[in-house]
């Protein structure tokens, strides 16, 4: 299977483990192959986005043919990384970090919270669903133990920074931000944000337009 090495754009990034999923299924039900409009069906997503996407990989399928089911789940499987785990950190356990916490990432094999901070922790730490939980003024002593490459921040707005900051040093690579601030981190550390706010009011927009256009 060629493949290119073109820079991929962010977008087609965010898609890519939803491919993975959505090929998984069509695996699992033993569809030996498929075209860009039967998988366009599945994820509501335009088969000409999903061409692009996968052109940027080169020759993943064949014109006539369609796509190579096992072939594109082993591709992105590979891409994804899905045979390696990634260590995760959790920062900030309130009512969003307990909901991590619960589900951690249970149908991602290969991504797993390993160590969680918080500030209403007693000294000495706690254990919640059989991850242990420090305060933050121990990140520097206990973080480099659990082989972190990611770190998700549920702080408050007024912490993000600073703990950014500390993450980056520390050799944290990514950082899932959803503290509702715009964090700057050295070259090298990728932070992707999540405002929920700001979600929100998107889709307010989109369906107040929905029913302007009926």
Known sequence: MEEKTNKVPQATS??????YRFIQKFANSGKERISSQELSEAMKIDPATIRRDFSYFGALGKKGYGYDVRRLLEFF??????DEVTNVALIGVGSLG?????????????TRIV???DPNVEDGGSDSN?????????LEERLSGYHVEMAILTV?????????????????KGILNFAPVRLSVPEGVRVHSIDLSVEMQALIYAI????KST
């Open 115 to 117: 160590v969680a901070f």
């Open 98 to 110: 307990n909901a991590f916490l619960k589900y951690n990432f249970q149908k991602n094999h290969n």
């Open 14 to 19: 965010k898609r890519l483990p939803l491919y």
């Open 156 to 172: 408050p707005s007024r912490a993000a920074q600073e703990m950014a900051d500390r993450l980056a040093a520390l050799g944290v």
């Open 130 to 138: 059989g991850i242990p939980i420090f305060r933050p003024d121990e």
């Open 208 to 211: 107040r337009n929905d029913e």
């Open 77 to 82: 499987r590979k891409t994804l990384d899905q």
